[in-house]
T-cell receptor
Framework: KAGVTQTPRYLIKTRGQQVTLSCSPI?????VSWYQQTPGQGLQFLFE???????NKGNFPGRFSGRQFSNSRSEMNVSTLELGDSALYLC?????????????FGPGTRLTVL | QKEVEQDPGPLSVPEGAIVSLNCTYS??????FMWYRQYSRKGPELLMY????GNKEDGRFTAQVDKSSKYISLFIRDSQPSDSATYLC??????????FGTGTSLTVIP
């Protein structure tokens, strides 16, 4: 079974721009979560989608948004990029329940904001 | 105060050593506890998953949860160079998000 895929793997943007990241979960998984990973803060939860609905949300500003499509694929958008948004963005999928089902992570998208 | 605290290391041990990795937490509502391993340029992969207090063993890995002390540990026996990675603890409340530690970087020297 194919794992979680994320595109693109690397991205360089400038301040003020916006960016869209994509995640394709494991076939049959309906929950997709997004995380931001930085050396100082570690992995921080952004949001979780289940059946096209946002089910949980972390403490990030409204510039960070996401959506999930009917095939469970998910996108994350960051508008008005700031230098501090430079990070590894990870997507994880699971069967259903975020807190009990095993989460499988993708390789991440490395975003650099100049 | 962060929900989950983890010593970032780095930790360097000789091959064959026993490794102890630890996390503390502040929220007594956490019930699910996990350890992930992350190799360079890869996403985290689940190593161990435990519910509530107690021990769980899987091969060379043992996870311990002490809810009274709000302290979890991962022990690696007979460590191998292939164990060199960053180890992340994570925990959650039923129906809620995961909270991760910042990760401990481990190097096992042949």
């Amino acid at each position: 079974k194919a794992g979680v895929t994320q595109t693109p793997r690397y991205l360089i943007k400038t301040r003020g721009q916006q960016v869209t990241l994509s995640c394709s979960p494991i076939s049959g998984h309906r929950s997709v979560s997004w995380y931001q990973q930085t050396p100082g803060q570690g992995l921080q939860f952004l949001f979780e989608y289940f059946s096209e609905t946002q089910r949980n949300k972390g403490n990030f500003p409204g510039r960070f948004s996401g959506r999930q499509f009917s095939n469970s694929r998910s996108e994350m958008n960051v508008s008005t990029l700031e230098l501090g948004d430079s990070a590894l963005y990870l997507c994880a999928s699971s069967l259903g329940q975020i807190s009990t089902d095993t989460q499988y992570f993708g390789p991440g998208t490395r975003l650099t904001v100049l | 105060q962060k929900e989950v605290e983890q010593d970032p290391g780095p930790l360097s041990v000789p091959e064959g050593a026993i490794v102890s990795l630890n996390c503390t937490y502040s929220n007594s509502a956490f019930q699910y506890f996990m350890w992930y391993r992350q190799y360079s340029r890869k996403g985290p992969e689940l190593l161990m998953y435990t519910y509530s207090s107690g021990n769980k063993e899987d091969g060379r890995f043992t996870a311990q949860v002490d809810k009274s002390s709000k302290y979890i540990s991962l022990f690696i026996r007979d460590s191998q160079p292939s164990d060199s990675a960053t180890y992340l603890c994570a925990m959650s409340i039923p129906g809620n998000q995961f909270y991760f530690g910042t990760g401990t970087s481990l190097t096992v020297i042949p």
